[in-house]
């Protein structure tokens, strides 16, 4: 089959590889229809993170097209959605919910494993990792917001703790952070203040939801929105983009008790030069269900016997939520906290209901203006 190959930084190709072929009775192989590529993609291209030579991509949907003989979830000629990590759904780190750090998952395009921009994957442990997209005719932009894009957004909002009347802040105007818009707007958020300086992202952002928008950046823009908000600062900060002004912005702008809620993987690489604000008081990663065995096996809903501890239907996306409240120390402060270290950023568990939110989040985006 073709697929692309990264060969190091600034070199990726296209290449042939070997078509892959069911290897256990979990596996499933799927014929990728749609891919994109993602930012951390573009940061092993760009030489700024490591990434071994051989195929990438974790971005894809496809149509099941052979099944291991222990398949029970999924089907051939279902469409599937993959995560950016597989995983076996069973381990202690599954079953606390925590599907990223799975004692034996990885992910797609490393350790020998077909990445998603190519023709077609082996997928492991397929009940545990693929979810079945509900519906037909979906368009294609669709498909490809639904991939990765607006349930990072969608993520993003939740990780915050939007909710009905909040006065939300998005820190990025790419692609995660207008859908971040979307997300808000979905969720009941009452004022939602874009951070974006490119004219054609603000009248997107505005046409999406936005109430307002701050086009500057830096301590600017922290001025802004505080005056904005009456000097007290938002109730959510959404931070899409993952560079050190960025958080920096999404601090400063949050009120006290408010939420700060993490989506990009930029974080975690910026962690030693990071410079927080002083409402900073404690960083940690945070789990949403107390029993995520019992909210997944009722969340099975037609869609056929699967392991209790299945994943997120939102591609098992990136999370972090920071608690801020008023410091008694002066000044910023360097982080330095085992929350940013490997192993701790891990993909969240967002919903209960995987085929309810499909549909949501393919609603929200194709109610979207164009």
């Not at 990780?159 to 995660?176: C, I, L, Y």
């Not at 809620?261 to 960083?283: K, M, S, W």
């Amino acid at each position: 089959m073709r697929a692309a190959i990264f060969a190091g930084p600034h070199d990726i190709k296209v290449g042939d590889r070997p078509d892959p072929v069911i290897v256990a009775p979990t596996d499933a192989v799927v014929r990728v229809t749609l891919t994109c590529v993602c930012g951390s993609d573009l940061w092993y291209y760009r030489g700024l993170s490591s990434h071994a030579p051989g195929p990438i991509g974790h971005e894809f949907v496809g149509v099941v097209g052979q099944v291991g003989a222990d398949i029970h979830a999924i089907v051939v000629g279902d469409l599937v959605v993959a995560p950016f990590k597989y995983s076996d759904g069973t381990c202690a780190n599954c079953r606390a919910g925590w599907t990223s750090s799975c004692v034996a998952g990885g992910a797609f395009g490393t350790d020998g494993f077909d990445g998603g921009q190519g023709e077609a994957v082996r997928v492991p442990f397929v009940d545990a990792t693929l979810v079945r997209v509900p519906g037909s005719g979906h368009s294609d932009g669709t498909m490809r917001s639904l991939l990765d894009v607006m349930p990072t957004g969608h993520h993003a909002a939740v990780s915050a703790g939007v909710r009905p009347g909040s006065v939300v802040a998005v820190v990025g105007d790419g692609a995660v952070g207008l859908c971040a818009v979307i997300a808000a707007r979905r969720l009941g958020a009452a004022r939602i203040i874009a951070l974006s300086r490119n004219p054609a992202r603000q009248a997107l952002a505005r046409s999406f939801g936005a109430t307002e928008v701050v086009p500057q950046r830096g301590e600017e823009a922290t001025e802004a929105v505080l005056e904005l908000t009456d000097r007290i600062g938002v109730d959510a900060a959404l931070e899409c983009v993952g560079t050190a002004e960025s958080t920096a912005t999404a601090f400063a702008v949050a009120r006290p008790g408010s939420m700060v809620g993490f989506v990009d993987r930029g974080l975690q690489r910026a962690r030693p030069t990071r410079r927080v604000h002083p409402r900073l008081q404690l960083l940690q990663p945070i789990r949403r269900d107390p029993d995520p065995g019992r909210r997944q096996s009722e969340a099975a809903d037609g869609l056929g016997r699967r392991p209790r501890h299945q994943p997120d239907p939102a591609v098992l996306l990136l999370r972090y939520r920071a608690r801020v409240t008023d410091s008694v120390n002066a000044g910023a402060t360097w982080v330095d906290d085992p929350a940013f270290r490997d192993g701790a950023i891990v993909w969240g568990r967002v919903v209960e209901d995987i085929p309810d939110f499909c549909r949501e989040l393919i609603a929200a985006i194709e109610a979207a203006p164009s």
